[in-house]
């Protein structure tokens, strides 16, 4: 299997209004460094995730989602900045066979976890 054919290639974060739309594009701007291109008020989408990513505020588009997990090989600034930006923990960093994570809320309520396979 080559390039993108076959690969998850995009993950769309729900957005409870366009409110929520623009808090959580400044969030992951300030945390991860991901800028963004608007495509109105309720939707927004961003390259620079490794993976495409849209914020949608779209009603249809709210039954739920998968767990979007980030790499960060330093996982504590990645966390302190996580909260810092308005991010809520909901757990905090853990072993796991293969590395480290946590887990937090963005601003718009969702869930996403930040991996590192480094123990430093």
């Known amino acids: 299997m080559a390039g993108r054919e076959n690969r998850i290639d995009f993950i769309e974060f729900p957005a409870a209004s366009e409110?929520?739309?623009?808090?959580?594009?400044?969030?992951?701007?300030?945390?991860?460094?991901?800028?963004?291109?608007?495509?109105?008020?309720?939707?927004?989408?961003?390259?620079?995730?490794?993976?495409?990513?849209?914020?949608n505020a779209d009603p249809a588009h709210r039954p739920g989602a998968p767990l979007a997990v980030i790499?960060?090989?330093?996982?504590?600034?990645?966390?302190?900045?996580?909260?810092?930006?308005?991010?809520a923990l909901i757990r905090d960093i853990f072993s796991f066979p293969g590395g480290r994570r946590f887990h937090f809320r963005d601003p718009a309520g969702?869930?996403?976890?930040?991996w590192s396979d480094s123990e430093t």
């Open 19 to 55: 409110t929520d739309v623009a808090r959580a594009s400044e969030f992951y701007r300030t945390v991860f460094g991901w800028r963004w291109q608007d495509w109105g008020d309720d939707y927004a989408d961003t390259r620079d995730s490794g993976l495409g990513a849209g914020l």
């Open 110 to 114: 969702n869930e996403l976890a930040v």
């Open 71 to 87: 790499y960060a090989s330093r996982l504590e600034e990645a966390r302190d900045k996580a909260i810092a930006a308005g991010g």
